[in-house]
């Protein structure tokens, strides 16, 4: 790979580990609630054996990239390459770090130590300790980027939060008057399929009681392939019939209330909140309890506006159309956030912002 080239031996570990991210990102989805990593095998600057993590329940990145090696005894003279700190405790799969060195392999590059409790640097003293040579913090930043979610929910403990709405080119996310039960939309076509693809892509999607009310939304992935996400609802009074299309889907949805008197059915599981104080770290709390790493709040601009207020959420997703409604409810207003990237989607702007810290 690099004979005709002298490199460092930190290039050499950098451009190994950036192979590591890009493998990463095939599983980062599928893996959730665990990390997405990816793991390369470099024997005599030749790549053997490359893996990513498979969906959750499934084998870690170490354990496929190994798998891929053909000849087993030239692990004993590579280098394993890993986005993320090897485990070292059994979950659903055994630790890694026991089968990397049970392999006898010597060298283990490592881009980010896991923020894990049950990790969290365990699993390199472990290797150490077994007298393999551990390098750590390589691309450290980007390792962790590729793992935001993940670090979120540890680090914060509560989920990755996502705001997301589409507003007129007046700024309204919705007339004052409505004809029928029904969303009004202000995206297009293919901006409504990017927010299904956004729903297979995250845990779960967050709205508030006005939004079921009016829009009877389903919160599904019906213009994209993939699971249907988490579905959760604010209902302070508990007045939202099972019958809408938030409860009746496959899985039971979540509803957080206020009303002690609500019993959980095969539609909607309850959760017990207090709506006059502290609501959204509440949310979270439940999230977080509930093993929930990222969460879409989809609307409305009440909802959406506790969150900013509360000054949690990460990143915010909004469309501009270009339609004009003259009057009608305002959108949420941002504070603290740095634009990150911006696209053209036939007469919609979608700009991803991020909250500042």
Not at 14 to 39: D, H, W
Not at 219 to 240: A, E, F
Request: aromatic letters at 10%; glycine letters at 6%.
């Amino acid at each position: 790979m690099f004979k005709d080239t002298v490199l460092s031996m930190l290039e050499k570990d950098e451009y190994y580990i950036s192979r590591c991210l890009q493998l990463a990102k095939q599983g980062t989805f599928a893996a959730m609630p665990n990390p997405s990593v990816g793991a390369v095998i470099v024997y005599h600057d030749n790549i053997i054996g490359e893996g990513f993590t498979a969906a959750y329940g499934g084998s870690h990145a170490e354990v496929n990239a190994i798998a891929q090696v053909k000849d087993q005894a030239l692990l004993k003279e590579s280098t394993l390459y890993v986005s993320l700190e090897p485990c070292s405790h059994f979950g659903k799969t055994p630790p890694c770090s026991d089968l990397i060195i049970a392999k006898q392999i010597p060298r283990v590059v490592v881009g980010t130590i896991d923020p894990f409790a049950k990790v969290c640097g365990m699993g390199i003293q472990k290797m150490r300790n077994a007298g393999i040579d551990v390098v750590v913090g390589v691309l450290e930043q980007a390792c962790q980027e590729s793992n935001q979610r993940f670090f979120t929910f540890h680090q914060k403990k509560r989920p990755y939060i996502i705001l997301k709405w589409a507003e007129s080119r007046d700024g309204f996310i919705a007339p004052l008057q409505r004809e029928e039960q029904a969303p009004v939309w202000l995206s297009n076509t293919y901006s409504k399929q990017i927010v299904h693809q956004w729903r297979s892509e995250e845990m779960a999607f967050l709205v508030g009681t006005n939004t079921v009310l009016e829009d009877n939304p389903s919160l599904t992935t019906r213009s994209w392939y993939g699971k249907n996400p988490v579905r959760i609802y604010l209902d302070r009074k508990g007045q939202i019939p099972t019958s809408f299309a938030i409860n009746q889907q496959k899985e039971p949805a979540i509803c957080i209330t206020a009303n002690k008197a609500l019993i959980s059915n095969a539609h909607t599981r309850y959760y017990y909140a207090d709506f006059e104080r502290d609501l959204v770290q509440q949310i979270c709390r439940i999230l977080y309890e509930l093993q929930i790493m990222s969460v879409v709040i989809e609307g409305g601009t009440q909802t959406i506006q506790h969150f900013i207020t509360a000054g949690l959420w990460d990143e915010a997703r909004i469309f501009s159309s270009d339609v004009v409604l003259k009057e009608g409810i305002a959108a949420p207003q941002l504070k603290k956030s740095h634009l990150t990237k911006r696209y053209t989607i036939a007469n919609n702007e979608l700009q991803i912002l991020h909250a500042q810290s």
